[in-house]
């Protein structure tokens, strides 16, 4: 049975949902802030993972260069990747979408370093996480090799199979955070209601537009 995320985990979600507002340190200037020394943010700004608390931190250009190497932050901080690629033909279908225990079309896969692939689904209640069997993520890579390449803890296999649409892509964590942060604000009801599903067909236009 999938579990809700954490309280850190949702509150990172809102934070990458966030692209401007009040400071994270509550100066009352209103500028965002860098989570790490509260320097005031550029508007595009890149993203930490807290490991251990398993939550995005907003990082200033300074903390970003900073941990911009996979040994800078040991286990603590983690510099989310930019970037998102569509993988075309990836050759996932509905049989081996089923071995995966995966119950809804819209869903993120991240490989972790000290532990199993796990997968999140977007819901209401914020990001639902379960655990994917092992075979049947190892037939995921033989299908699609590219998912190999997912960069542990910070990179995403996000897949969409909602309402008839079949796209896979390898994605920085923090935009499956937004979408997470999306779903959650918009759901209506207990369908979720055409307005969240607009904002995820949105959602993917702009990945596209990124590709």
Same mark, same amino acid.
């Given at each position: 049975?999938?579990?809700?995320?954490?309280?850190?985990?949702?509150?990172g979600?809102?934070?990458?949902?966030?692209?401007t507002?009040?400071?994270?340190?509550?100066?009352?200037?209103?500028?965002? =802030?860098c989570?790490?020394c509260?320097?005031?943010?550029?508007?595009?700004?890149?993203?930490?993972?807290?490991? %251990?608390?398993?939550?995005?931190?907003?990082?200033?250009?300074?903390?970003?260069?900073?941990?911009?190497?996979?040994?800078?932050?040991?286990?603590?901080? =983690?510099?989310? %990747?930019?970037?998102?690629?569509?993988?075309?033909?990836c050759?996932?279908?509905?049989?081996?979408?089923?071995?995966?225990?995966? %119950?809804?079309?819209?869903?993120?896969?991240?490989?972790?370093?000290?532990?199993?692939?796990?997968?999140?689904?977007?819901?209401?209640?914020?990001?639902? =996480?379960?655990?994917?069997?092992?075979?049947?993520?190892?037939?995921?890579?033989?299908?699609? %090799?590219?998912?190999?390449?997912?960069?542990?803890?910070?990179?995403?296999?996000?897949?969409?199979?909602?309402?008839?649409?079949?796209?896979?892509?390898?994605?920085?964590?923090d935009?499956?955070?937004?979408?997470?942060?999306?779903?959650?604000?918009?759901?209506?009801?207990?369908?979720?209601?055409?307005?969240?599903?607009?904002?995820?067909? =949105?959602?993917?236009?702009?990945?596209?537009?990124?590709?």
């Amino acid at each position: 049975m999938p579990a809700p995320a954490s309280d850190s985990r949702l509150r990172g979600l809102a934070r990458a949902a966030r692209t401007t507002g009040a400071s994270s340190r509550g100066v009352g200037d209103g500028r965002e =802030r860098c989570d790490l020394c509260a320097e005031p943010l550029a508007p595009e700004h890149r993203h930490l993972l807290d490991v %251990p608390a398993d939550a995005i931190n907003c990082a200033c250009r300074a903390c970003a260069l900073l941990f911009d190497r996979q040994s800078a932050g040991g286990r603590h901080y =983690r510099l989310i %990747p930019t970037g998102a690629r569509r993988l075309d033909d990836c050759g996932i279908d509905d049989l081996l979408w089923v071995s995966l225990g995966v %119950p809804v079309d819209l869903a993120f896969f991240v490989r972790h370093a000290d532990g199993p692939v796990t997968a999140g689904y977007p819901s209401p209640l914020g990001a639902l =996480r379960s655990t994917v069997d092992p075979q049947a993520w190892q037939e995921m890579t033989r299908t699609a %090799p590219a998912i190999a390449e997912l960069e542990e803890d910070v990179q995403a296999l996000l897949v969409n199979r909602s309402r008839g649409a079949q796209e896979h892509w390898l994605v920085p964590l923090d935009d499956c955070y937004r979408l997470v942060a999306l779903v959650r604000t918009h759901w209506k009801g207990l369908g979720g209601g055409s307005e969240v599903w607009d904002q995820v067909e =949105r959602f993917f236009a702009e990945l596209s537009a990124r590709d």
